[in-house]
């Protein structure tokens, strides 16, 4: 990939160049430090071979579908897929893939690594948000694991059902609505013009916090996934957008606080690294003043991929967002009259029937891979699976034994040097009796 320099106050940092990226800003002063390139960098799909079935008309999604077949093949030849993530992965860091390959070694060694979680995209997340600290990234992860089991995360789509969602909307507008240049999907939030007194009339802060969980959840297992197909290359972060109109310091109260608290917590530990830009438009004097308050809770991390723009931000989201994925309250041409506004459509990928069928048909041949082809006998692919991570297994649990069998050896051979030493401390004091005998014989004789 070709590589470009992106100058920030603090850091130059370099990153590879892909057709489709957005331009960076270019001015001094704009941006602060940032440690690390884009999280999709390295994601990308590989090269489409020459010999790959004509498109349709109508494009490369379509023609997919005109091949289901295909699909599977191809699918079984990457192996068994154990998520959606590594199926539509894309191109690896090497250096990466060693400190991910390491990092889950040791929690399979540990017993500490469940196979829901057991994928490479989520691990490298927590890595690099600990600046790839094994043992702070350990941590977080563990904690992370931790609370998805405590707040039920795993099973929040199918049991959660929000039904105040219309009327939390007209209290509190926001939603996702479109993708960006590169293909990431853009969140939008109207702060200003947000009512929380009315909002706490029609659910509870526990509610709403459980439903931005939910999103949280959607967003990696659905949006990202519809992205990539539309885009060829692997999307895991989001664009964002907060309009804070008319928003100071009044705007920040106890139940405010408690909300922006809980969430900032739950997006930063268990949700890292899913933040690609955050762009906070309209921001008067008595917002700056609050921002002073709200950006000491924040990481540098976090910072660093903020920018606080006032009226004039146009030029700054074009730059990012084509006209047509802004609604036109933000300078884009969209209004999603069809579904009373752009932050109840839902709009993206996601909801296209053409990548829907994709989706459905690589979860179909994941379960095909799992459950075997042939009236429930294992496929060819998935006994060579099996036999494989059964062999991983095995020489994870010597490894495990190896391992122990040292630390008892050196146990006992520092207690074997303890009792060495004693032995010689006696021997000493004996050799110093015995002279001392000697010499009293001596005396005696004279």
Request: glycine fraction near 6%; charge should be neutral.
């Amino acid at each position: 990939m070709n590589k470009l320099k992106e100058t920030y106050r603090d850091i130059i940092i370099s990153r590879g160049s892909e057709e489709g990226e957005e331009s960076t800003a270019k001015r001094s002063g704009e941006w602060t430090k940032l440690k690390h390139p884009p999280i999709e960098t390295y994601w990308l799909f590989p090269p489409e071979k020459e010999d790959k079935a004509p498109s349709s008309p109508k494009g490369g999604i379509k023609s997919l579908l005109n091949y289901p077949i295909k699909i599977r093949d191809s699918l079984k030849g990457i192996g068994r897929s154990k998520s959606m993530q590594v199926v539509l992965q894309g191109a690896r860091d090497p250096k990466d893939e060693q400190l991910v390959q390491s990092f889950r070694e040791m929690l399979l060694l540990e017993g500490q690594l469940p196979p829901k979680h057991n994928d490479y995209h989520t691990l490298l997340r927590f890595l690099r948000m600990r600046d790839f600290d094994i043992s702070k990234s350990k941590e977080m992860f563990l904690n992370y694991l931790k609370w998805c089991a405590d707040y039920g995360v795993d099973t929040i789509l199918k049991e959660f059902k929000f039904e105040e969602y219309a009327e939390v909307k007209k209290f509190y507008p926001h939603g996702y609505h479109g993708v960006d240049k590169f293909g990431r999907p853009i969140y939008i939030e109207r702060i200003g013009m947000v009512d929380l007194n009315a909002l706490l009339q029609v659910t509870t802060v526990e509610r709403f916090i459980r439903h931005h969980v939910s999103e949280q959840e959607k967003t990696l297992s659905f949006r990202y996934p519809s992205c990539s197909i539309a885009a060829k290359r692997h999307i895991a972060s989001t664009t964002s957008i907060l309009d804070v109109t008319g928003v100071g310091m009044s705007n920040f109260s106890k139940p405010a606080r408690y909300l922006f608290m809980e969430i900032l917590k739950i997006d930063s530990n268990y949700y890292p690294e899913t933040l690609h830009r955050l762009f906070i438009i309209n921001a008067g004097s008595a917002f700056r003043m609050l921002w002073k308050v709200v950006k000491a809770f924040l990481d540098a991390r976090t910072l660093a991929k903020i920018q606080v723009l006032g009226s004039n931000y146009f030029s700054n989201l074009h730059e990012l967002i084509d006209p047509s994925n802004l609604p036109s309250f933000l300078g884009g041409n969209c209004t999603c009259s069809d579904y009373g506004g752009c932050l109840f459509s839902d709009k993206g990928p996601w909801n296209n029937p053409e990548i829907k069928e994709v989706l459905q048909a690589v979860s179909a041949t994941e379960e095909v891979d799992t459950l075997g082809g042939n009236g429930g006998e294992p496929s060819e692919m998935g006994i060579v699976q099996d036999q494989e991570d059964s062999k991983y297994e095995e020489n994870l649990i010597r490894n495990k034994l190896a391992s122990e069998k040292i630390v008892a050896f050196e146990a006992a051979l520092d207690e074997t040097k303890m009792k060495i030493e004693a032995l010689a401390a006696a021997l000493e004091d004996t050799k110093m009796a015995l002279k001392g005998l000697a010499q009293h014989i001596e005396d005696l004789k004279n």
